[in-house]
Each structure stands twice: as structure tokens, then as C-alpha cells.
């Protein structure tokens, strides 16, 4: 075996383990309503622990995927790829080390790890969704494009999707039940899951 493929190989078990964390956690919180709540809610309380393996498995497999492809004949845009990708990891490595802050503290009463969570969040997102595309478009002809750029494009959609809300729903305006913050959780964990799907695709001809 090579060690493009133990790391491709790892990149698989360590994504497949992150969805299936994130699975777990809506059978072991039913408290927390999946449509409304961001999964970062996830990691306060009882079950916080899966939360953060969720988490720091997204990051390993982040880590795995640029370790498999660091050799690799890439295009400049795919080695731009590979440095958000890097940046990806680290950010997902925070965001499980760094539990959030319950939602109704004070921006003024927010801890440490609530703050270092925020920067996890403002590190790791952008990077994932340049990494999603540039790694799509400098791998080129040497993998399956079709469903890479599709995962890809549903990263980005999702988290279009995620802002939008977020938009409307906005600082100093009323909560509203029946408004579109009931759909917040939706975009944010197709986000997840579709990232985690395309760490899979681009390592499989690699693994087998």
C-alpha cells in the first residue's frame, strides 16, 4: 500500500465517522430541533463529546485528503486548493476544541472557547467552500468531475442558503416562530454533510 492510499483510506473511515456523529446526535439530543439550530449546539451539554468527535473527524479527514494530495500533480489552482484545505482543517480542529457559547449570552459575557469558536467558524467556513472548488477545478480530468462539482456546488448553495436566512433573520429584529429562521438548521447540515461526501469522492480512486 502507498501512503496516498492509507491516507486516502483514513480520509474515508474519519468523514464516514463524522456524518455518522452527526446522525447520532439527532437520535441522543431530540431537544434540539434539527430545522432550527445550527449543529453547533450540539456540542453543549451531555453529548457535547460527540459533537467534538464530529468535528475533529471532519478535521482529520480534511488533513488526510491534503496529505493524499500533496504529491500529487496538481494544477496551481488545485495547490491553492490544498492551502484552504489546510486552513479548513485547522478550523474544524478549533471548532472541536472550542465548544459555543449557549445562544443567549451576552456578546460581553462570551468566553474564551465561545470566541475562539466564532474564529473556527470565520476560519473554516470560507476555506472549506474555496478548497471545495479550486481542489474541483485543478484535479481536472483525473477525477470524476461530474460528481464533485456537483457536492461542490451544494456546499456552496447551502451555505448561501444559511447566510440568506441568517440575513433576514438579523440582529434587533423580533423572533418569529413561523419565520425563516425555523429552516436555519437545514442549509447548515446539507453544508456538512455534502463537504463530508466530497472529501470521499476525491480520495476513492485512490483507496481502491
Known amino acids: 500500500m502507498t501512503f496516498a492510499s492509507i491516507a486516502s483510506g483514513t480520509t474515508i473511515g474519519a468523514a464516514a465517522l463524522a456524518i455518522g456523529a452527526l446522525a447520532a446526535l439527532h437520535v441522543l439530543r431530540p431537544d434540539i430541533p434539527p430545522s ?11 453529548h457535547g463529546w460527540v459533537m467534538a468527535l464530529c468535528f475533529g473527524a471532519f478535521a482529520a479527514a480534511s488533513a488526510c485528503v491534503l496529505a493524499a ?3 500529487y500533480p496538481l494544477s496551481l489552482l488545485g495547490r491553492i486548493g490544498l492551502a484552504f484545505l489546510l486552513v479548513a482543517a485547522i478550523g474544524l480542529a478549533m471548532a472541536s476544541r472550542f465548544p459555543m457559547d449557549a445562544v443567549s449570552t451576552p456578546r460581553e459575557r462570551r468566553s474564551f472557547s465561545g ?6 467558524f470565520v476560519m473554516g467556513v470560507p476555506a472549506q467552500i474555496l478548497a471545495v472548488l479550486l481542489l474541483s477545478l485543478g484535479l481536472g480530468s ?26 433576514m ?28 461526501a466530497w472529501l470521499i469522492v476525491v480520495v476513492w480512486p485512490m483507496a481502491r
Not at 36 to 46: D, V
Not at 172 to 180: S, T
Open 142 to 167: 483525473s477525477r470524476a468531475q461530474l460528481p464533485l462539482f456537483g457536492l461542490a456546488a451544494t456546499v456552496w448553495l447551502s451555505l448561501a442558503a444559511t447566510i440568506t436566512i441568517m440575513v
Open 36 to 46: 432550527r439550530t445550527m449543529i453547533s449546539q450540539y456540542a453543549l451539554g451531555r
Open 115 to 120: 470566541r475562539m469558536h466564532a474564529v473556527s
Open 69 to 71: 494530495l500533496v504529491q
Open 169 to 196: 433573520v438579523g440582529p434587533g429584529k423580533q423572533p418569529d416562530p413561523n419565520g425563516p429562521e425555523r429552516f436555519l438548521g437545514l442549509p447548515n447540515r446539507l453544508f456538512m454533510v455534502a463537504y463530508g
